[in-house]
């Protein structure tokens, strides 16, 4: 099935398309954007969904397209007790699947540390990303239960970078990546919804039939702090990539 392009949703641009047209389209938007601002500072996210995202991005770069070198990343979140050599972790994630293939400095990469943080500790990747300029262009997943970041339900809308307690529901969602969902920590440090809201402009992906209740409740439901992704309705410039299956329900 061929996918259509641009079609609003409120404020939200959606485009309804396969995995790869989704990882095409987005990674052209990166190309874009850094022909026009070659120091762009870009919020990147985790999981299996951007995945072909970045595999894009690493094939433009090796193409001559883009680089990467005058960037700035931030990553949105972190397992608390897990240090950047652990498989398992979201920095090893990062440089296995992005980091390492592209020419972005890695001094220039940030993930949340979830080693020896503190409630006060953290918030201090609020003034990195001010001290930054700001994020121009955040990439966002969403968790079955609405989470963005580790953002899980209830988490209140102005808050900034923070420690999580991870719900069961997410700790069995992402027990694929582990041995055993006793081995997924039950904590970690992520960007508030108030930091992701004030990146400039939102990159929005979700994929499959179980991201599909959440993704109607996030944009056809009300403005609830129940369901995180939902505050994305308030931003003013929301770009999704949706395939058919999380779609099927709007
Ligand atoms: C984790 C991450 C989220 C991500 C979510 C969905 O919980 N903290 O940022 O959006 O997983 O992951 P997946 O793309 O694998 O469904």
């Not at 979830?114 to 609020?126: E, K, L």
């Not at 209830?154 to 719900?167: A, K, M, R, Y």
């Amino acid at each position: 099935m061929a996918g259509f392009w641009g079609r609003r949703f409120g404020n939200m641009k959606i485009h309804i398309c396969t995995k790869e047209q989704a990882a095409q389209r987005a990674a052209e938007r990166y190309v874009q954007l850094l022909r026009e601002k070659p120091n762009a500072v870009l919020g990147f996210a985790t999981g299996s969904t951007p995945l072909q995202l970045y595999a894009e991005l690493v094939r433009r770069y090796q193409a001559g397209d883009v680089s990467f070198r005058n960037t700035t990343t931030f990553n949105l979140d972190e397992y608390v007790g897990l240090d950047g050599e652990n498989t398992e972790s979201y920095r090893y994630f990062m440089d296995t699947h992005l980091f390492s293939k592209i020419d972005v400095p890695k001094g220039n990469t940030h993930v949340p540390s979830g080693i020896g943080c503190t409630d006060a500790s953290v918030t201090v990747y609020d003034d990195l990303i001010a001290a930054a300029g700001g994020i121009d262009l955040q990439l966002l997943g969403v968790g079955r239960n609405g989470h963005i970041g580790f953002n899980e339900p209830g988490t209140p809308f102005g808050s900034i970078t923070h420690i999580v307690n991870l719900s069961r529901s997410t700790r069995e969602a992402n027990a694929r990546f582990f041995n055993s969902v006793d081995d997924v920590p039950r904590q970690a440090v992520s960007m508030g919804i108030k930091t992701v809201m004030n990146a400039r402009a939102i990159l929005f992906f979700a994929q499959g039939e179980k991201k599909a209740q959440v993704v109607h409740d996030a944009l056809c439901g009300p403005v609830t702090e129940d369901v995180p992704a939902s505050v994305l309705q308030l931003h003013p410039d929301v770009e999704l990539y949706l395939d058919f299956d999380a779609a099927k329900l709007l």
